[in-house]
């Protein structure tokens, strides 16, 4: 098995074309035992390794790279602190490790290896852990026992792990050390981990420690029989976090030695580093959350105003409450960090000092509006920001004297009364000064050499209709004063060169009378004359309590659900709950289970649950579609689409796509960019995900009118496009749009114009998936050499035209690109890692220009495409080549591309073939 290892890499390295690649693709492992894990930092390693105990295994980055991350277990020992700890029966216990206040414990008795195998592992196994780390394997020399009795305790080693892998045979296995039993032990590792070959750390004194040479050749010696097992070494070595030159001469040292080597701090808290390290794209955002819950975080600026710009750039926003404890060694991790305290902080000093020490690491800030600005204070003076007091009226007229071209984005900076006046006695690049009539001068915006700071009059701008517009370019401010340094941009909302679209539905109104014609319903309507004459993707909720038997309306409930059977037959539907009793308050009906004013209600026993309002509705909706399709999966989440952590935690848990909320309603007499909202909202560990654009209720002022309202969504995914595409196209709406004439004629306009596009169609369910990659996926770069991981579902990255193009002979796992708005957006086929290879001269290889149609899998010069509307290829196509298809197409030339169109299939295959 690890002979076909490093056959396939040596191979892979030399497709790549020797060195290629050569440092992204070197094996690299992190050992993390903190509990504030990010994916995005350690996605990008092949072996990560994490304590449980503080790892949540129901998250979208867990998911993402399970395969990879292993799960600590320790065999011979046991610390009192752990959790199962108080469950060992005292007569397993054979000594102790007072190093770090551990039981030995006699791994030969039969009930300890079942207590293993059945409550801590297989535990874990059931929550998700796949893979294990074996910790504390030759503890059992330290037994205070003969050396027949350390034999016979090694011996049960040996027999532990067999039967860990008769149990779990599909779990993979990595070791610390185990060398005096590698002969045995051999064929199940995956990889094995020492500690300390170059430096180490001595828990009884509590310091680091350089290793001796004695010592170092002992471990030679037993490591040359790891080595021709052909097993991958991973080597743990200690040194202080701030040694950095040191750290990275043991990677380099460690590495020529045939080893995967990690570099850490001695608690295993903080992040090291490897043979290859995650690009930093995450920016850290504090905002002040005092009285406000976990639901108010949707309104404050740190989400509604940073967090768009942000992810456009490809960043990902990480909002912590100033009023927490602020996270520490933020240098390991965050790409920047922005302060955008709507009040001011309750304890200035505290939050200084804490910045105060990031700029020491080389973190640049943004100090984001005024409150968190405290100009007198000392601090705020040691970083250049000098004030006097302003000698004009409160009533004098300003006058702009230096003014940067990303002011004025979306209004024109005016000038309001400033108390002190800033001056800097460092030096920068000044985004905005004025002068007074003294003759004062100040600057209220710039960047400076450990970031910058925007005073409010600079920042935004409420003077037109009370809505919220950028005076500054955030795009811009955010790029240039935390130096947020350019990558391949994860996008979800294209795929192969289309902008996606899907069709949700909410369930709401199925039961609505329609105007013209009060004996039909609404559902009826729309089944009609959307559903049916729409044959590209739609999916359809329904709300339990409204068309069920035992729901409101028994006495319809025969004709809902012919309708709602009718719907679900349909091929290119799919299913989607809108809950039970569609809550209107999510955490107060939580908080009071059976209060009707929360909820839809009737005359029911009813207390609120998760189970109840998402899976048992589910089961509802799967027993109306036929029994060979695909089960529905998804909540459409209703009401002030707001779910608690506990309710989305729930969905997570059971596997249940969740979208709806985000009032994204940017329109032409609103063309603002804070009407955009971000992709998702982060709730404890979760992502609520967020709508394309929001539905007909939004657009015809909560269904009062006008009901022809709706057509301004065309205006909304117009402007989600241009000048910048931040969102897919989402036709999002209500099956109460059918019972009036009005929004039945909008809803037809909103059809029509939609169905004009040149996008790629999808399925609601589809686009979760996306979003959540965005915020999980991992990447390292090498020069113009990106490698990444954990794009599964999400497809397209987006690279600057600063940065190139791809080269399509020298990246792996990429499709083509599609030149537009000043970018490539580039195209990933379906393997887990990716390697891309950026160059200034296009690509003379056959490429893929785009699709309407996802990539299943790439296999040789062979692309396997499903989509569900008969496929169109765009290709450009080497000389001396040309492209067969399964089933045939009719291709065509224009100019240098080649357009290959399929009359009705949308299942074919594409062949690259060379003369």
Known sequence: MKLFYFVRIFTLLGLLQGMLFASLLSKSAMVY???????????????????????????????????????????????????????????????????????????????????????????????????????????????????????????????????????????????????????????????MLFESYYYGFNATSDKYKEVSDADRVWLDAQLEKVKAKHIPIIALDYLPSHTHQERKNAVKALEEKGFIPYIAEKSLMRYGISSKNAFKREVLIIYNGENLDEDSIISTNAHIYASTPLEYLGYVPVLKDVNAPLPRHVEERYAGIVLWLEKPSPDNDRLLKWVQAAISKGVKVLFAGEEGLPLEHPIVKELGIQTVKNRAPKADKNKIIQQSDIMGFEIKPVIGYYQDLIHLAVKAEPFLSYQNSQEQTSVIAAKTAWGGFVQDNALMSNYINEDTLWVINPFALFKETLRLKPLPIPDSSTENGKRLSFVHIDGDGSMNRVEENPKRFSIEIILEDFIKKYHFPQSISLVESETSPHGKYPKLSARLEKAAKEIYKLPYVEGATHTFTHPYFWKKLEADPSNEAYRTHWDIDYSFTPKREISDSLDYINNLMPKNKTKAHTVFWTGDCLPTEKTLAYTYKHDIININGGDTIITNDRPWLNLILPLA?????????????????????????????FKKVIQTFKLTNKPRRLKPIDIYYHFYSGSKNASHEALTEVYDWVLAQDVMHIFTSQYPPKVLNFYDCSLAQDANQWLLKGFKDLRTVRVNDNLGVPSIKQSLGVLGYKKEKGYAYVHLDDRETKFLFLTHTPSQETRLISANARVLSHQGDTIHFQGHMPITLRYHIKKGCYLSTSPKSHQQKVGSETIIKFKDEKDVYVTQRCH
């Open 33 to 191: 035992y903190g509990d504030d894990i990010s994916y995005p930092s350690v996605g990008i390693h092949d072996f990560i390794i994490i304590d449980p105990d503080h790892t949540n295994p129901y998250t979208s980055g867990f998911k993402t790279y399970k395969e990879h991350i292993y799960a600590y277990v320790s065999i011979n020992e046991m610390q009192k602190s752990r959790s199962f700890a108080k469950d060992i029966d005292p007569n397993w216990v054979i000594g102790d490790n007072p190093a770090w206040g551990s039981m030995l414990l006699n791994i030969t008795d039969k009930a300890y290896q079942d207590f293993l195998l059945e409550q801590v592992i297989g535990k874990l196994y059931k929550k998700g852990f796949k893979n294990f780390f074996f910790d504390t394997l030759d503890s059992y020399q330290l037994a205070k026992v003969t050396k027949e009795e350390k034999t016979y305790l090694r011996n049960g080693v040996i027999q532990f792990i067999q039967r860990f892998k008769q149990k779990f045979p599909k779990a993979k296995l990595i070791t610390n050390r185990g060398f005096e039993m590698i002969d045995y032990i051999a064929p199940y590792l995956e990889a």
């Open 681 to 709: 909202l982060k709730v404890g560990d979760y992502y609520q995900v967020y709508t394309g654009q929001q539905n007909e209720n939004v657009y015809t002022n909560n269904w009062q009118g006008p009901f022809w309202g």
